[in-house]
Structures are given as C-alpha cells and as structure tokens.
C-alpha cells in the first residue's frame, strides 16, 4: 500500500517535531543554561566586534574586514538554530514546518559552509601580510576584500540549495519526529522512506568541495607562512609574525574540531556514539565558535585590546555615529 501511494503522490508533511536531544528530556532545562548564556556571549561580542570594526579607523583594514564577515557569518549561524533549541527546552515549543524546517536547513548549511570559505580567507590574508608585507595593501584592496566574500558567500548558497532540493522532493512515511534540536539535512532525510542516496552522495561530495577546499588552503597558507617565519633572522620578528596568527589559529580549532566530530559520527559512529552525545556536540559546532571567536580576538588583537579599553575608559576616540 505505501508503494502504491508513493507512486501516485509525493508524501509531504505540514511540519516536523523536533524532540530535542533524545535520552536527556529531563536535563534539557539544566542543558539550556549553557546554551543560553553562550548565545548571549556570541551576540554581545560579535554585535560588538562589528561596532568597532565600523567606527574605528584603525581597524579598516583587510584582517579586520575579514574579520567583520566572520562575525557576521557567526550571529547567522549561531541564531538559525539556538532560539529554536531554546523554546524546545523551556516551552515545549517543538512544532517546526515543513518549509520552515528546509529554511532553517538551508541558513545552517549555508553559513557553516561561508564559516568555513572566511577562515580561509582569514589564512591567505595572513600569508599575504607575513610572506608579502610590502605588497599587502596593494594586493589585499577593498574591491578584493568584496569580491572574495561574494564569492565565498555564492560557492556556499550554490552548493547548498541542490541538497535543499533533494531533501524536498523525498517522500516522508516514517513518522514526522526528528530527534535533534534543528532540522540537520541527514536527521529529516532519514525520515524518509524513499532513497536517499542522492543525499548522502551530494552531502558528501558538497562536505569535500567546502571544508575539503578550505582545510587545503589553510594548510598550504600555514606551511608557507610558517618557511617564511622560520627564514627570519630575530627571534622577535619570528615571535610577533606568528603572534599575528594566534587567534586565527584558535578560531580554526574551534570551528573544525566539532566539525570532524559530527561529519565522521555521521558516517561512522552512529552504532557506537549515543544521539545524545552526537547531538550535544552538533550544537557546540554551531555556538562554540560565535562564542569564542569574539573572545579570542579580543583578547589576543592588541588594536582590537585597544580599543575596548578606549571604549571602557571614556575615550572620544571612536566615532560617534552621526558623525
């Protein structure tokens, strides 16, 4: 009977029910505290990392607007899935729609994937400025700077919304319950009783031309930079040229770590790994780095250092705004 109807119509369901993380319904409240606060951290620091990379002039340089498009990228990552998992946690609000649900699939998908093109760009920006400092502004103009990030931004979208399309077009008769706390691309398509091997094919090879791409770039970045500091005469030029790439580092291993996590527990792990954990670590994926990317750079940029305590000391330094 469920051949014959998948024959005549396409199974669509009005909405989805995401149940959280399975197994640990009675924590989720103790769960969503950590989960709150480091959302208020991520919004208040990368809200505040773009202030200052807007009004001060010190900053209007190419790391710095890389760095504005990773805190960008970071508030959309981070606000596609966490307002959701909270109202999960302290309301029960579990109802998402069907294209609601292919909405949110698609922001997650998509930012992760712009995530990870900015920290690459992040390492050729760094690779530029230490192996080719006296061409570094010549070479890193604004007009670069935008058609990069354009161009990061599309390669993402491009890659995304065919596996969007895929997830749509699948006929849903195993139930409408996802156990996660967002509407993960691999979790709805499971749901489905039609073949999904579309998806894990084109999931996978979008995985490799993203992350497989961009880890590459870091790398070859990274050994290049690292001839180019070890060739430095003084220990102190070699000191403050990697200095210069300690954050960025930080920011790397924040981001890719969960990252292997979930991508290898999906193809690999799921008979050995409980849900819970699986799920647990696919949220960090999307909070731990807007949480701590404002942090680390905070903390490690001295011009940024510089002006926060402006800020904090009452300097007239920035710009206000209406000026």
Known sequence: LIMIILNETDVTPVSFILNGIPGLEDMHMWISFPFCSM??????????????????????????YFLAMLSLTDLVMCSSTIPKALCIFWFHLKKIGFEECLVQMFFIHTFTGMESGVLMLMALDRYVAICYPLRYATILTNSVIAKVGLATF????????????????????KGNIIHHTYCDQLSVAKLSCGNIKANVIYGLIAAL???GFDILCITISY?????????????????????????????????????????????????????????????IYLLL??????????????QIRDCIIKIFSGSKNIKSHST
């Not at 596996?163 to 077009?169: C, P, Q, V």
């Not at 780095?289 to 001295?302: F, H, L, S």
């Open 223 to 283: 050994t290049m930079i690292l001839r180019a500091v070890v060739s430095l005469s003084s220990a102190d030029a070699r000191q403050k040229a990697f200095s210069t790439c300690t954050a960025h580092i930080c920011a790397i291993v924040f981001s890719y770590s969960p990252a292997f996590f979930c991508f290898f527990f999906n193809r690999f792990g799921s008979r050995t790994i409980p849900p819970s954990c699986h799920i647990i670590v696919a949220n």
């Open 154 to 173: 599309l390669r993402a979208v491009l890659l995304i919304i065919p596996l969007i399309f895929f997830t749509k077009r699948l006929p849903y008769c």
């Open 209 to 211: 031309l993203i992350g």
């Open 39 to 64: 959302y208020i951290v991520a919004m208040v620091g990368n809200c505040g990392l773009l202030y200052l990379i807007c009004y001060e002039d010190s900053l209007h340089r190419s790391m710095y």
């Open 289 to 302: 780095p807007p949480t701590m990317n404002p942090i680390v750079y905070g903390v490690k940029t001295k």
